[in-house]
Structures are given as C-alpha cells and as structure tokens.
C-alpha cells in the first residue's frame, strides 16, 4: 500500500527558507501514470496547492507562490522535495506531500496524502 | 483569481441526508472533486470527477452537477461522517490548476 511520509524541520525562522521532503514506499515515484505535489493547510484554515512535479521533470506551480517555491524529484531515493524560501509567519502551516494521477485532461487531483508536517515559522 | 464557493457549515440529524453545495464559474466545463477531513487527520479523496466514487469509499457518498453547481451528497449520514468537506478544481483558463473551495463543516446532531 503507497504511504507518503513527509519529512523536515518543525520551526523555521522567519526569512530563512523552508525545505520538505516526502519518501514514497509502497510505489515508484516513477510511475507514469502520477505526478507528485505538495499542499498546506494553515491552522484553522483551508488548503492551498503549492506545486506538482512529474518524475521526468515537469513542474508546475501555484502563481501566488511561483517566485518563492522549488519543487523537484530524486528517483533514485524514491523522494521528492519543496523549498520555499524567505518565509514569514503567515507560511506557517501543515505541510502534505500528495501523489496526482494523471488526470488526463481535467483538473489534477490527489488520491494519496501524507500525515502532514507542522512547519513553524518563528524566531 | 478563481474561487469555489461553500456554506461554512452544514448540519443533519443521523440517517438524514446532507448536501453540500460547491459554486463555481467554470464548473460546467471543470470537474470537480471532493475531500473528508477528520480533526488531527490528512483530507482523503471521497468523489473524484464529478460523480466517482473511490474504493473504500462507502456507497452513502455521491456527487452530482448542475450548472455553476456541483454536489456531495451523503446519504444516510452516520455520526462518523461528521468533518469538514472541501471541493476543488480548476479555472478554464489554466491560471489557476487547482483551486480549493473554502470548506464546509458537516455536523451530526
């Protein structure tokens, strides 16, 4: 069964950038039938798509965040990661890595989440 | 920007039916999908395209379209289902891949 587990520091300071990775077991990050993403979730909040990569490369990435986001994949530990940098208190959130089937034509979806990973921005 | 609009919340008594509403320009050309969040919990997928349901998830759960309209329907609500229900999709321009809407929180009485 595919398990998703995210994986970084829980307090960053404010300024500094943010970095997450998300180790896929159960499945190969490699499939060509998925792409990989993350979303975050403020506390008390809704969520917000942050970035999808697909294993060859493709990336894409929520225009608020564009400027400030890198996503990118290492399939030979089976993992992919985000960086997010100068941060600031209002990114503060859980942070979900999530596995997008290809949806071939509609909008992308996320059929697999992982826990979560509380990311503190504090000084 | 691109928004899908939800009631904040929405409540039924056990063995009711509930039904959350999910607006949105482009969804008569978008599909749109469904999320269960349970406190402390990750959201997990309950209505994909419009109308799908994935395995696991129990038959009570349905969507439907309708317009600028879509769905989630559950029915013979159970106290298990109480959580709070997110749509998603997207605009038709591509701008904007994946919207959330802003959630509704499904109570049992």
């Known amino acids: 069964q595919l398990q998703l587990q995210g994986s970084g520091p829980g307090v960053v300071k404010p300024s500094e950038t943010l970095s997450l990775t998300c180790s896929v077991s159960?499945?190969?990050?490699?499939?060509?039938?998925?792409?990989w993403g993350w979303i975050r979730q403020s506390p008390g909040t809704g969520l917000e798509w942050i970035a999808n990569i697909y294993y060859g490369g493709s990336k894409y990435y929520n225009p608020s965040l564009k400027s400030r986001v890198t996503i990118s994949v290492d399939t030979s530990k089976n993992q992919f990661s985000l960086k997010l940098s100068s941060v600031t208190a209002a990114d503060t959130a859980v942070y979900y890595c999530?596995?997008?089937?290809?949806?071939?034509?509609?909008?992308?979806?996320?059929?697999?989440w992982g826990q979560g990973t509380l990311v503190t921005v504090s000084s | 920007s691109y928004e899908l609009t939800q009631p904040p919340s929405v409540s039924v008594s056990p063995g009711q039916t509930a039904r959350i509403t999910c607006s949105g320009d482009a969804l008569p050309k978008q599909s749109a999908y469904w999320y269960q969040q349970k406190p402390g919990q990750a959201p997990m997928l309950v209505i994909y395209?419009?109308?799908e349901r994935p395995s696991g998830i129990p038959e009570r759960f349905s969507g439907s379209s309708s317009g600028t309209t879509v769905t989630l329907t559950i029915s013979g609500v159970q106290a298990e289902d109480e959580a709070a229900y997110y749509c998603?999709?997207?605009?038709?321009?591509?701008?904007?891949?994946?919207?959330f809407g802003g959630g509704t929180k499904l109570t049992v009485l």
């Open positions: 998603q999709s997207a605009d038709t321009s591509g701008t904007y891949p994946v919207v």
């Open positions: 159960g499945g190969s990050i490699s499939s060509s039938n998925y792409y």
């Open positions: 999530v596995r997008v089937p290809d949806p071939g034509g509609d909008p992308w979806y996320f059929d697999s």
């Open positions: 395209k419009d109308t």
